[in-house]
């Protein structure tokens, strides 16, 4: 692959699995398009981007642009998350971003759907033909068992087990986790694979497209933009939207943060306590609206 495929396939990640905004995606591009006409000036490959290289570019982009601390700090997490990308598909094992130390930005909250929107968006999803039925199933999934997109789209027959309920996951680091799912979930997903199995006996993969293919995580991302328009929500929604509400709504119901934190895939406890921060931010949230002296 050349370095402007991987750029490509690094931003069809980050736009289905971070959900970002659309001008936050825009200052990844520039921040990234940059980057890459530097490597073809030195002729190195991305795979191949060294600390000392990185460090030149960095510091040959503060004094050609002038650039302030927010877009330093903008143009280093670029960076960042590209080359961990790179690592974690195993492109490469090399992370060159490792001995690069980030400012402290103010704490940003995920965005989320409350518990009405989101039995909104599912209860909105019609199950009039086998496109909408596989949707409907993928989206309960989703949001039944917190799963990132790339494990839903990834997940082959012999993963699922309905008459228990629960779905086993292999997850970043090829870490395997059981994660139980509800009764609504199983119910979309039998349904679903009734019309499945009947159409295509052979495939392994669970989620297939018409032409009898995985699905990819851009697609699926598409079409949950689709339903979210449909069901009049304005909110910005991704595949990790409902990955994040899932989890604050099962803190805000009381579930256990090291329960959380396995379903999740979390390999630290540490990653898992945002959600403590958007619980908080909730309860505040409803003493200001509901409360007559707030």
């Known amino acids: 692959m050349t370095n402007e495929e991987y750029l ?5 990640f ?9 001008n936050t995606m825009l200052s990844y591009r520039s921040d990234l398009d940059k980057y890459l006409k530097y490597l073809a000036k030195t002729k190195c490959s991305v795979l191949n981007a060294d600390y000392d290289l990185l460090i030149e570019f960095i510091m ?5 642009e002038n650039l302030k601390p927010t877009s330093i700090f903008r143009l280093i997490e670029s960076l960042r998350q590209l080359h961990k990308f790179l690592v974690s598909e195993e492109y490469t094992k090399n992370d060159p971003t490792e001995g690069i130390n980030l400012p402290k930005i103010p704490f940003r909250l995920p965005n989320l759907l409350t518990v009405h929107e989101m039995g909104h968006l599912l209860n909105s999803i019609p199950e009039k033909n086998e496109r909408d039925i596989r949707y409907k199933a ?4 989703l949001y039944a068992s917190g799963l990132r997109v790339s494990e839903l789209v990834n997940l082959n027959l012999d993963n699922i087990d309905l008459k228990v309920g629960y779905v086993r996951v292999l997850g970043k680091g090829n870490k395997e986790r059981i994660v139980p799912v509800g009764k609504r979930a199983k119910y979309a997903l039998e349904k679903y694979l009734e019309l499945r199995l009947k159409k295509y006996p052979t495939q392994k993969e669970v989620f297939l497209s018409k032409f009898a293919k995985k699905l990819s995580r851009v697609e699926f991302w598409k079409q949950i933009k689709k339903y979210v328009r449909r069901a009049g929500i304005t909110k910005s929604v991704s595949p990790h939207t409902i990955r994040h509400s899932f989890a604050s709504h099962l803190l805000s119901g009381g579930a256990d943060l090291r329960v959380l934190q396995e379903m999740l895939g979390h390999s630290s406890i ?6 403590t921060h958007i619980d908080k931010e909730h309860l505040r949230e409803l003493h200001k609206k509901y409360h007559p002296r707030p």
């Open 8 to 12: 490509t396939a690094f931003m069809e």
């Open 14 to 22: 980050i736009m289905v699995e971070k959900g970002l905004a659309k």
């Open 60 to 64: 040959k982009a503060k004094t050609e």
């Open 138 to 141: 993928m989206i309960e999934l």
């Open 270 to 275: 540490a990653t898992t306590q945002i959600y």
